[in-house]
């Protein structure tokens, strides 16, 4: 049995190992080194995470599922923080959103509040010139 084939039936990919990749699954993907010939990665279809570069389809599903939880460790602080981040800000604008909708509001009652004043004031006009003729 060939490293290929032991890929398709030997190893099953683990999932993303990011905590806010929605993991599609993941598939292994053949790169060329000028240096090195064919070399294989394993490839998120969620997020676009990548393993490192192997020899073989079987190194990289091995170096994909082999990665150490230690190297991601200190990093998910980070991410839980950006995460927190992003979903203030999107708060945020949901509120901006809605004070825009509220600006518009009273900007279009003042607009056509100053137009009903004006077309008031021009027939008021009018008819004080008509009863002087």
């Known amino acids: 049995m060939s490293n290929d084939e032991q890929v398709m039936s030997a190893e099953e990919l683990k999932g993303c190992p990011f905590i806010s990749c929605t993991d599609a699954g993941s598939s292994v ?5 000028k ?3 064919s070399r ?3 490839e998120c279809h969620g ?3 990548s393993g490192p570069l192997a020899d073989s389809p079987y190194d990289a599903c091995k ?6 939880d230690a190297l991601i460790a200190p990093h998910l602080a980070k991410i839980k923080r950006l995460e927190d981040e992003l979903l203030k800000a999107a708060e945020m604008n949901i ?4 004070a825009n909708k509220v600006l518009a509001a009273a900007c279009r009652r003042f607009i ?3 137009l009903c004043d004006e077309s008031l004031e021009v027939s008021d ?9």
């Open 125 to 133: 006009t009018a008819g004080s010139e008509g009863q002087r003729g």
């Open 95 to 98: 509120q901006i959103i809605e």
């Open 47 to 49: 997020c676009g995470a």
């Open 112 to 114: 056509e509040d100053a």
């Open 40 to 42: 294989y990665f394993v």
């Open 63 to 68: 170096e994909w599922n082999t990665r150490s």
């Open 29 to 33: 993907t053949e790169t060329y080194c």
């Open 35 to 37: 240096s090195r010939g």
